[in-house]
């Protein structure tokens, strides 16, 4: 992903309202064969409409996004089609995504029905196997959605997203709508979907914790930019920008005589249609200095590798 941007209008119901949001801004990653990188920051950062561009459910009004070598991000909807079967998404809310009137064999099928000429026997077959994999019974099928909890309807979402043997995952906040108990139950078996089937994840997420089992690099989003990126291990041990060590102080550690100094962060996030001049985060950084209110700080690698942080400290 190349330098992409979306910006929304925004219709304040004045006709000569030119208002908008730039809700990403120049964000630029790369996710290897069979990693995972996961995309953080508060709601409204653009995490989710980053997600929604990289599967090309929304066009990237400039920059670029490959999938496999290929550029998908001005493709034309007949190409697309090959594509989306490669890239499936995972959303958060299993009860929204799902059709409470489809039996759960058509809702995991119908992937199958729209992009394969498999017959409905077949078809029947591949779904019954999906919902062994993702540790439901074949005889769920015949059920309707309304009918399983939420860790078993999100089991449903994932099977139907694994049905065409994609290569990338897009998970938006796939257990933020869970019980905590059922989250890891959830997390655990991306993981081993993942070792199984050799898939790539762009996980979205508010929580770090959430992420830390999972990813491998991750990305600290803030009012539409990337302020962070780096490996898991990195991004844990040796944060770099002040709004990182904010979030990740508001992280449990299990060892409790380990101390990690909480960091209360003042103010809200300004809002997005007027966006604060400079650093994005001086209205709510602890360390904004002069610089920091009329420059910009540009993404720089830091001193550690493949850690990039953009803060002029
Ligand atoms: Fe804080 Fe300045 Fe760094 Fe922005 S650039 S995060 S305001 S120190
Ligand atoms: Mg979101």
Redesign the pocket.
Known sequence: VDGIKKTFPIDSGLLSSKKSVKAVNHVSFEIKEGETFSLVGESGCGKSTTGRLVTRLLMPDEGKIWINGEEISKMKETKLREVRKQVQMVFQDPYASLNPRMKIRDVVAEPLLIHTKLSAQERDRIVAEMLEVVGLSSYHAEKFAHEFSGGQRQRIGIARALILKPKLIVADEPVSALDVSIQSQILNLLKDLQEEFHLTYLFISHDLSVVEHISDKIGVMYLGSL?ESGPKETIFANPR???TKALLSSVPIPDPRAKRERIILQGDVPSPVNPPL?????TR?????D??KTTP?ALREAADRDHFV????
């Open positions: 302020v920008h002040p709004y400079g650093c994005l985060f001086h950084c602890p360390f904004a200095m610089i920091c700080p953009a803060c002029h400290l």
